[in-house]
């Protein structure tokens, strides 16, 4: 199985900083990843696929990039609503897998 | 308006068999690859099975295979998942999760609000 690995596991920061997220694939998935949130008590969504595109109607603050095995995901300017934990999820191979997830809280 | 509907959780012993049930609205259901996805108390989200639009295909997570069976009947545009010998690890927030494309899964880009499953004596 593919392991990912996300780093930080849990961040705080201020409204308006730039906050980084990565994700280390256990081998070579190209860009078979997508970025997900998952609010306090509610379902995960789905907020960048194939490594760097955003879903329609997802904030442009929310961004995502690399290839290979390593990769990140950026929130451009912290936002109060942007309280939530984030994790990424391979699709190169099954069984799917997810990153361990990285809580991001206010200063 | 995409809607999963999940229903089916509760309290179980450890040993004992439930049935989720995930009822569809919105679009075109059999299209779509379907998953599970549970979230167990405090942690992080762990991929359970999949199955094709059609039925046809499935996939199951090392922990899942074996003992939980996915299905769908989309007639209802329902997917169910069938999970036997539970034990206490299983206790979790199940949610149902639409692919947006196809088999195999990839990408999920509607999800339930998932049903809470407690296995306990």
């Known amino acids: 199985d593919i392991q990912m690995t996300q780093s930080p596991s849990s961040l705080s920061a201020s409204v308006g900083d730039r906050v980084t997220i990565t994700c280390q694939a256990s081998?070579?998935?190209?860009?078979?990843l997508n970025w997900y949130q998952q609010k306090p008590g509610e379902a995960p969504k789905l907020l960048i696929y194939?490594?760097?595109n955003l879903k329609t109607g997802v904030p442009s603050r929310f961004s995502g990039s690399g290839s290979g095995t390593d990769f990140s995901f950026t929130i451009s300017s912290l936002q109060p609503e942007d309280v939530a934990t984030y994790y990424c999820?391979?699709?190169?191979?099954?069984?799917?897998?997810f990153g361990g997830g990285a809580k991001v809280e206010i200063k | 308006e995409v809607q999963l509907l999940e229903s089916g959780g509760g309290l179980v012993q450890p040993g004992g068999s439930l049935r989720l049930s995930c009822a569809a609205s919105g679009f075109t259901f059999s299209s779509y690859a379907m998953s599970w996805v549970r979230q167990a108390p405090g942690k992080g989200l762990e991929w359970v099975t999949a199955i094709s639009g059609s039925g046809r295909s499935t996939f199951y997570a090392h922990s899942a295979k074996g003992r939980f069976t996915v299905s769908r009947d989309n007639s209802r545009d329902t997917v169910y998942l069938q999970m036997n010998s539970l034990r206490a690890e299983d206790t979790a927030v199940y949610y149902c999760?639409?692919?947006?494309?196809?088999?195999?899964?990839?990408?999920?880009?509607?999800w339930g609000q998932g049903t809470r499953v407690s296995v306990s004596s």
């Open positions: 999760a639409k692919d947006d494309g196809g088999w195999p899964p990839s990408k999920f880009d509607y």
């Open positions: 081998q070579d998935i190209t860009n078979y």
């Open positions: 194939g490594a760097s």
């Open positions: 999820q391979q699709y190169d191979d099954l069984p799917l897998t």
